[in-house]
């Protein structure tokens, strides 16, 4: 895989993330960090599998809720279920491209990964 394309896939998946942070407002300095953490596992794991540069924006998010999870609780928090209690949204496909955050629980497809902002209103 050639050098520029894997770093702007990382950039990518960075800014994704990040604005779905954003949105959520949870993108505090500590939190910036587990996406820096997530993007250089993330680069390891490409140059290791070179085909997988298409699920790396997905990945990297699943990497930073993980992250998130045992830090600072759920996120991103599903807006449709509003009756129940708090939960969190997945990603789907968990390895594939165009990665979405989905609600099982209502099985419905939210936001693509970096756009929440347009689902929260924000």
């Known amino acids: 895989m050639e050098l520029n394309s894997l770093e702007q896939e990382l950039h990518t998946a960075r800014a994704l993330v990040m604005a779905d942070?954003?949105?959520g407002d949870v993108a505090e300095a500590?939190?910036?960090?587990?996406?820096?953490d997530a993007v250089t596992h993330r680069r390891w794991w490409v140059e290791q599998?070179?085909?997988?540069?298409?699920?790396?924006?997905?990945?990297?998010a699943?990497?930073?809720?993980?992250?998130?999870?045992?830090q600072h609780?759920?996120?991103?928090?599903c807006p449709v279920c509003t009756e129940e209690?708090?939960?969190a949204l997945d990603v789907e496909p968990?390895?594939?491209?165009?990665?979405?955050?989905?609600?099982?629980?209502a099985a419905v497809a939210v936001a693509r990964v970096g756009s929440l902002a347009e689902v929260l209103g924000r």
């Open 21 to 23: 942070l954003v949105a």
């Open 30 to 36: 500590g939190i910036v960090s587990m996406v820096e």
């Open 49 to 60: 599998w070179p085909e997988g540069v298409a699920f790396v924006t997905g990945l990297v």
């Open 62 to 70: 699943q990497d930073v809720q993980d992250a998130l999870l045992e």
């Open 73 to 77: 609780g759920r996120w991103p928090l």
């Open 85 to 87: 209690g708090p939960h």
């Open 94 to 105: 968990e390895l594939g491209a165009d990665p979405h955050w989905v609600c099982t629980k």
